[in-house]
């Protein structure tokens, strides 16, 4: 089956750059999408088709990609930021979709 | 701006078929841009996407839980149900509804409901 993987945590100061990754051999092909959780809430989507931002999501949010690894850079995190966040894609066929396991993004 | 809100049973009995059903409000659930469907977290752990329809009975299923899942459209009522039969503690999760507009990656969750705990345990 098929999967992505993130880093279980990071850990930045406030006003530092947080970056965190999600690799998966379909992303080539297949865009990332990012989802930030505050604790007992239900996620939000931040990011859309790699690096597109939704409305009402701050500038400093940003998404990339580059081969099989797609990044979320949170530029000049705030102590607000401090949630998880999951990475979601599909599978080659596209017909699986999943999400990574998540990275708790602490902030202090 | 569509909500969603997810209600059912808070606790259902080891091997008994657990319900959900989403209310869609702010928009229709006919609507030939959208997906609706289910995804799940077990407490404290990460999220798991169950499956998704369109008001035509399109349906992509996770291929781990594809034999015990069931997903269905009332679009007289604007909603979407789920039935996850044989369940197990291992079910024992909150339980998303979410609206999927349709992406590069084909489709993605947004918005979500509030989400709806799930207690599998007799």
């Known amino acids: 089956s098929y999967e992505l993987t993130q880093p279980p945590s990071v850990s930045v100061s406030p006003g530092q750059t947080a970056r965190i990754t999600c690799s998966g051999d379909?992303?080539?092909?297949?865009?990332a999408y990012w989802y930030q959780q505050k604790s007992g809430q239900a996620p939000v989507l931040v990011i859309y088709?790699?690096?597109k931002r939704p409305s009402g999501i701050p500038e400093r949010f940003s998404g990339s990609t580059s081969g099989t690894m797609a990044t979320l850079t949170i530029s000049g995190a705030q102590v607000e930021d401090e949630a998880d966040y999951y990475c979601?894609?599909?599978?080659?066929?596209?017909?699986?979709?999943?999400f990574g396991g998540g990275t708790k993004l602490t902030v202090l | 701006q569509v909500q969603l809100e997810e209600s059912g049973p808070g606790l259902v009995k080891p091997s008994e078929t657990l319900s959900l059903t989403c209310s869609v409000s702010?928009?229709?659930?006919?609507?030939?841009?959208?997906?609706w469907g289910w995804i799940r977290q077990p407490p404290g752990k990460g999220l798991e996407w169950i499956a998704s329809?369109?008001?035509?009975?399109?349906?992509f299923y996770s291929a781990s839980l594809k034999s015990r899942v069931t997903l269905s459209v009332d679009t007289s009522k604007n909603q979407v149900s789920l039935k996850l039969r044989s369940v197990t503690a291992a079910d024992t999760a909150v339980y998303y509804c979410?609206?999927?507009?349709?992406?590069?990656?084909?489709?993605?969750?947004?918005?979500w409901g509030q989400g709806t705990l799930v207690t599998v345990s007799s």
């Open positions: 979410a609206r999927f507009f349709i992406a590069m990656a084909g489709i993605a969750p947004d918005p």
């Open positions: 702010g928009g229709s659930i006919s609507s030939w841009s959208y997906y």
């Open positions: 329809i369109n008001h035509s009975g399109s349906t």
């Open positions: 379909a992303l080539p092909k297949k865009s």
């Open positions: 088709d790699d690096s």
């Open positions: 979601y894609s599909t599978d080659s066929s596209g017909n699986h979709r999943v």
